[in-house]
């Protein structure tokens, strides 16, 4: 009974943290759910720092749409974790880290806690109840987990890198829409 159990707490786990990851994603796509969409969601990250705002709207969006895709039906769970852990420390880095740690003030309490969540699925895998142990394609264990965080890493920091080098966009050009509202982009 104990392995149908902890294949049913990590369904309930990705499916959380999944779909509402999607909806994160679909707020700076597509303005779902209150977004910005991705003109909102441009300005808020050019105002951040994160630059071309408009590029790394669309590919964060896309990274917590797909990434919570994936993790909710436990497809390529590692990838998905990656993808997902990526933004988090992007927004952290951008967004969190000079208000300390609680979220009431800003900080990065929330992505903290999906960052380490997404670090024990990716170790203990997707359970029994995934596409990925259906095909018998689990990858679960440290070492991914680790691989997973590393690559995470890796492209926040490149996030952040390609961003330093970008200039500042033309304040002359137009936005598309408002910025995006504090609330919406609180856990990104």
Known sequence: MRGAEMGLGRLIV?????SLMIGHGTQKLFGWFGGGGPGGTAQFFENAGIRPGRRNALAA???EAGGGLLLAIG?????????????MLTAVRHVHWKNGPWSSGGGYEYNAVL???LFALAESGPGP???DAARGKERAGL???VLALGAAAAGS???SELARRQPVADEATPREEAAEPESAVEAS
């Open 14 to 18: 990705r499916g959380a943290v999944g």
């Open 61 to 63: 969006g896309a990274s």
């Open 75 to 87: 497809l390529a769970t590692p990838l998905a974790v990656a993808a997902l852990q990526g933004v």
């Open 115 to 117: 960052v380490a969540t």
């Open 129 to 131: 109840l995934s596409l």
């Open 143 to 145: 070492g991914w987990a």
């Open 157 to 159: 920091y490149a996030t």
